[in-house]
C-alpha cells in the first residue's frame, strides 16, 4: 500500500515499490535509511559534479544564508549575482558578454529560445524558426519538450508543441547529411537559431558526435546570419572532458545555457550567456524592447555564492587533472567490453561512458531499462540506464575501486540478461 503522497518524477508508481528514503550524502555516495552507501554513478541526475557535499559549497551556502535570502533582482543587485556574472563571462567561450539567471536547466533553454526570437524581433527582421537535432532534449516544459525529440514522453502535450525543424543526427559517415541539412533550412533565411547540445546528446541516449560537426554548424549559421545556441546544461563543468564541451570545437556560440553543474550540483540554479548584439538589440528606450522574463528565484543569493565556490574550486583544485583522469579511467573500463557481443556502441566522451547492451528490441518503454536498474540497485549502484544504453557519469570524486565495482555489476549484468535471468 503506497501511503506517501508524494508524486516523483519519470516515475510509474504503479510498478515501482515504495521509495527508499536517503538520510544523507557524502562524495560519490547516497547513504540510505538503512545505512547502505549507493554508489552515486549518475551523479544525482547529472548535477553533482566534484561529489556530494564538497565542504567549500556547503560552507559558502552557510556564510551565505547568513546575510541572505531571496532578493528580488529587478531595482535592485546583489554581490554574489554581480561576482559571479563577472566569473561565469571570464571562463566562457569570447562573445558571452552577459548574464541572465534563472533556476533551471528547462528555464534556461526557455529563455535562450525567447532571447533568440526577441534578438530578431527587435531588429526588425522577424525570424521564428528553430533548428534543432534529433534525438535532442532540452528539458521538460512545453517549449523545451517542443525542441526536443518526440515520442512517448510527450505524445499527450503534442497538440500544444510548436514546430522546429530537425536535423537528422550526425551518425559516423553520415555528417554531411547533417550540415546540407541545415544548409537548406538555413537558406530560408527564416532560421533565428540552432539549439543544441555540444558534443553529447544526453537524454536521447548519450549519442556522441565529433567536435568538427559542431564547428561545421556554426560557420553555416554564421554564414546564414542565424544564431548558435549551445545547451551545455548537461555537457557544462567538465563533463566532457573540458570545461564546456563548445571549447573542443572552437566555437564560440551567440548564446549558452548552464545550469546542472553550476553550484556543483548543491542549489538549483541556471545562466543563460549572450553577446553582446544579442542584449545590445534589446536595449532602447523604447519599453516594448525590454526582455520580457523573469523567475521568482532569479539570481538567489545563497545559490549564487554557491556557484562562486564551485568556480573558486575549479581555480584553486586540480579539477581538470581530476577529470582527465576519470575519462582514462573510463575507457580503460571500456576498453574490456571491445569486441563483446553483449554490447554495441561503446562511446566516451570525457568523463561520460557509455554502451548499449544487445537487446533485440531497444527503445526506453522496452523493460529492459527497469531490470536493469533493480540489478544495480540490489548491488548498491544507482546506474538508470536510458532503455538498453548504460552510461556511466560518476561525481569527479569516485575512486578507482568504485568505478571496478561498478563496471564489474556491468559486466555481471550483461551475462545475467545474456543468459535469460535478468
Ligand atoms: C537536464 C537537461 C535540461 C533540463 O534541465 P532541468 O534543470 O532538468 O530543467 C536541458 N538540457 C539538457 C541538455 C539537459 O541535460
Redesign the pocket.
Known amino acids: 500500500m503506497r501511503t506517501s503522497p508524494v508524486w516523483h518524477p519519470f516515475t510509474q508508481h504503479a510498478l515501482e515499490g515504495p521509495m527508499k528514503r536517503i538520510v544523507s550524502t557524502e562524495g560519490a555516495y547516497l547513504i540510505d535509511e538503512d545505512g547502505a552507501r549507493i554508489l552515486d554513478a549518475i551523479s544525482s541526475w ?1 548535477v553533482i559534479t566534484h561529489g556530494h557535499r564538497h565542504p567549500a559549497i556547503m560552507e559558502a551556502i552557510r556564510h551565505a544564508s547568513e546575510t541572505y535570502d531571496q532578493i528580488i533582482f529587478a531595482e535592485f543587485t546583489h554581490a554574489p549575482a554581480e561576482e559571479l556574472a563577472g566569473g561565469l563571462i571570464g571562463i566562457a567561450p569570447p562573445r558571452l558578454k552577459h548574464v541572465f539567471y534563472s533556476d ?4 534556461a ?1 526557455e529563455v535562450a529560445l525567447k532571447m533568440a526570437l526577441g534578438f530578431f524581433h527587435n531588429i526588425g527582421t522577424p525570424r521564428s524558426r528553430i533548428c534543432v537535432l534529433e534525438h535532442g ?4 516544459t512545453i517549449g ?1 519538450m517542443s525542441a526536443g525529440e518526440r515520442g512517448v514522453f510527450n505524445a499527450a502535450y503534442e497538440p500544444l508543441l510548436f514546430a522546429v525543424d530537425r536535423l537528422p543526427f550526425p551518425e559516423a559517415g553520415r555528417e554531411q547529411e547533417t550540415l546540407d541539412t541545415f544548409e537548406v533550412f538555413c537558406a530560408s533565411g527564416q532560421v533565428a537559431a540552432l539549439l543544441v ?1 555540444p558534443l553529447v546528446l ?2 536521447g541516449g548519450m549519442k556522441i558526435y565529433p567536435p568538427a560537426v559542431l564547428a561545421e554548424l556554426k560557420r553555416i549559421a554564421e554564414r546564414h546570419g542565424s544564431l548558435v545556441i549551445a ?1 551545455e ?2 555537457t557544462g563543468w567538465g563533463r566532457t572532458g573540458s570545461l564546456f564541451a563548445c571549447e573542443q570545437a572552437g566555437i564560440a556560440p551567440d548564446i549558452l545555457c548552464t ?2 553543474g553550476l553550484t556543483g550540483g548543491a542549489l538549483p540554479l ?1 545562466a543563460t550567456l549572450c553577446s553582446a548584439e544579442i542584449f545590445n538589440a534589446h536595449l532602447s528606450t523604447d519599453r516594448r524592447k525590454t526582455f520580457f522574463h523573469s523567475s521568482s528565484y532569479t539570481a538567489n543569493p545563497i545559490a549564487c555564492a554557491a556557484a562562486l565556490a564551485n568556480l573558486e574550486i575549479w581555480k584553486t583544485e586540480p579539477v581538470g587533472a581530476r577529470v582527465e583522469a576519470l575519462a582514462a579511467k573510463q575507457e580503460i573500463h571500456l576498453r574490456r567490453f571491445e569486441g563483446d557481443p553483449r554490447f554495441c556502441s561503446i562511446r566516451q566522451a570525457g568523463t561520460i561512458a557509455a554502451l548499449d547492451l544487445a537487446v533485440p528490441v531497444g527503445g526506453y518503454l522496452s523493460d529492459v531499462g527497469p531490470r536493469l536498474r533493480a540489478f544495480f540497485r540490489e548491488r548498491r549502484l544507482l546506474i538508470r540506464p536510458l532503455g538498453n544504453v548504460i552510461y556511466m557519469m560518476p561525481p569527479y570524486c569516485v575512486t578507482e575501486a568504485d568505478l571496478d565495482r561498478a563496471y564489474g555489476a556491468i559486466d555481471e549484468a550483461a551475462s545475467a540478461f545474456a543468459a535469460g535471468r535478468l
Open positions: 547529472w533551471s536547466g528547462s528555464t533553454v532534449y532540452h528539458g521538460d523545451t547540445e544526453g537524454a545547451d546544461v548537461m545550469s546542472k541556471a
